[in-house]
């Protein structure tokens, strides 16, 4: 069982919000999308690539050609993942062209599919897929910027990144050039596991604990996307903030369900 919640909030500093994300339970599709450029392209491009995303795993669209090569080292689902962010990719590139205001325009992206115990994971800049599982939070996904770079050769902190003047420098992302490199990765989940997703206007305002002390407990999926947010704001909020938060529970049996009720009693 899926359990999935998100939020997205224009922070305390922009003039608009550029972010995107959509989720689906029945599909167990979750995506983020952190829009960048003038004016309003920013907006543009993320709506694009998380509309694109969305319909690419659309049933009433029918089967899509898939786009790209095709990894034997990972389920088709990961896979067509991967070939819809590269059609999101191919779309914003041509948007970006067609017209002055669009150009320059880009987005990166965070998705990944859970199906059944299995989640693939696909991403390009530095949006972030992070795992919480038994009381610690692991972020799943490396982000693609300059200063990601430098804490990579020991260059920086981690803390010396997130207050660096070019946090911002990404060294990949959607709508850039007419191919993108998209990272795939997958995992098997566990009853109890919980799954972030967000844009960088949370992650370089709140550290991992900060994260975790959110998500580990919190029974109201929509109250911790909310407190998450409000963490981020009470901090400067100095970027869009978007917050997708999904938990996966097992299905229980009659007799684990029965016996669920007979020890709630007990405890009241």
Request: charge should be negative; hydrophobic fraction near 45%; proline fraction near 1%.
């Amino acid at each position: 069982m899926l359990r999935i919640a998100g939020r997205t909030d224009q922070g305390r500093v922009r003039a608009n919000n550029e972010d995107s994300f959509y989720v689906r339970e029945d599909k167990g599709l979750l995506v983020v999308a952190d829009g960048m450029g003038g004016h309003a392209s920013g907006e543009v491009a993320s709506r694009i690539a998380v509309d694109i995303i969305r319909d690419y795993f659309d049933d009433a669209a029918g089967a899509k050609a898939f786009v790209g090569d095709f990894d034997p080292g990972f389920l088709e689902g990961t896979n067509r993942l991967g070939a819809a962010i590269r059609l999101a990719n191919m779309a914003i590139f041509e948007a970006a062209g067609s017209q002055a205001k669009y150009a320059g325009m880009g987005t990166t992206v965070a998705a990944v599919l859970i199906q059944d115990n299995r989640m693939g994971i696909a991403h390009v800049g530095d949006s972030r897929v992070y795992l919480a599982r038994a009381g610690d939070l692991a972020q799943l996904t490396d982000d693609h910027s300059l200063v990601a770079e430098q804490v990579k050769r020991e260059m920086i902190s981690p803390e010396e990144a997130r207050e660096a003047e070019n946090r911002n420098i990404l060294t990949r992302a959607l709508g850039i050039a007419p191919e993108v490199k998209v990272d795939l990765n997958e995992m098997t989940l566990a009853d109890g596991d919980r799954i972030v997703l967000c844009s960088d206007g949370l992650s370089t305002m709140a550290s991992d604990e900060d994260i975790l002390a959110v998500v580990r407990t919190a029974e109201d999926l929509e109250k911790a996307c909310s407190e998450l947010i409000g963490m981020a704001n009470d901090r400067g909020g100095r970027d869009n903030i978007t917050v997708v938060l999904a938990e996966i529970r097992k299905k229980k049996g009659l007799v684990a369900s029965m016996w669920d009720v007979l020890t709630s009693w007990f405890r009241r």
